[in-house]
């Protein structure tokens, strides 16, 4: 039900999702990734069939048309009711938080969506599952993967799933790392995916949490950076008005406003760049395809967040 990402096998992701096996193997390989664990997809099965609700939920599936509005929504919420309102069996809960106490007492998590079915060659279903960031306390850890395992039947995520798979799978596990309170952070193409190159890396940064980018509120620096010599070919320095944050007091994430001097200071330095490009060069390698790298730097310090194939190429 529960591995930590150095209890996983090196071929993980019908356990732990494709975010939980590839952080378990970068894990596995020294790369920088922040401890945590797994709560594997063997535990939502189990969850649903507890609750008698796993066949409810395929029926529910196999006669839906998402093309039909009305009805995918309707269905998203009957699914969605379903979980968030059935509560973790204790055994699972009792396992969860001998997992969360074992990083530290109380300390902040990212709680994210792990899909069996994601973040492959062909497909990646970035954003289409919840992430849920600065979590404290079991409690609210336990909630959160209930909503993680939830946000897999929003309409959205069902629609993009049935265009590019199956509904009848229900395998999701939930990634639950050690929070990142960074000082900035970004994605890392490992070849450009725009402009087709591989002889290019392109970095996207901003200040703060990733959270910025993903959402679309922040125009990210974006360097292009070539992959053998380190040399930046092309560069775009965005004036960002504001930064997302840890919310100490409250939990989740704050939106501080930067002065117009602070907003327009390049994210990243040179050796800042290298350090990146030299790791996403690792990663690449031993994950043996151009990869798309979630990436944060705390106090000076590189950490890995996320990687998944590259799938426009």
Same mark, same amino acid.
């Given at each position: 039900m529960i591995a930590p990402f150095d209890g996983l096998p090196a071929e993980a992701t019908a356990i732990a999702g494709g975010k939980g096996a590839s952080l378990a193997r970068l894990a596995g390989a020294g790369l920088p990734v922040p401890r945590g664990f797994v709560v594997c997809a063997a535990a939502f099965q189990s969850f649903l069939e507890q609750h008698g609700a796993r066949d409810v939920v395929l029926a529910l599936m196999e006669r839906l048309d998402v093309h039909d509005t009305t009805a995918l929504n309707s269905v998203s919420d009957q699914v969605r009711a379903i979980i968030v309102g059935s509560p973790l069996p204790e055994e699972l809960?009792?396992?969860?938080?001998?997992?969360?106490?074992?990083?530290?007492?109380r300390i902040p998590v990212a709680v994210r969506s792990s899909a069996v079915g994601e973040d492959g060659e062909s497909a990646s279903f970035a954003g289409q599952q919840e992430t849920f960031l600065n979590v404290r306390g079991d409690d609210a850890v336990a909630r959160n993967v209930r909503e993680c395992w939830a946000s897999y039947f929003a309409p959205r995520a069902l629609f993009y799933r049935a265009e590019k798979g199956t509904l009848s799978d229900t395998r999701m596990a939930v990634v639950v790392q050690e929070m990142v309170l960074a000082d900035k952070s970004g994605v890392l193409f490992t070849v450009d995916p725009i402009r087709k190159r591989r002889d290019h890396m392109v970095i996207e940064a901003v200040f703060g949490l990733g959270e910025g980018i993903v959402s679309g509120m922040i125009t990210p620096d974006h360097y292009v950076v070539d992959r053998k010599s380190g040399a930046v070919v092309n560069e775009l320095i965005s004036?960002?008005?504001?930064?997302?944050?840890? !919310?100490? !007091?409250?939990?989740?994430?704050?939106?501080v406003e930067l002065s117009e001097a602070e907003g327009a200071e390049r994210v990243l330095g040179v050796e800042e760049l290298q350090e990146l490009r030299t790791t996403g060069l690792r990663v690449e390698a031993f994950l043996g395809s151009p990869q798309d790298i979630e990436w944060s730097f705390r106090g000076g310090e590189l950490l890995l967040l996320q990687s998944r194939p590259i799938t426009t190429l």
């Open positions: 809960h009792a396992v969860i938080r001998g997992a969360y106490e074992a990083l530290g007492s004036v960002q008005s504001i930064a997302v944050l840890h !919310d100490v !007091d409250h939990g989740g994430t704050r939106h």
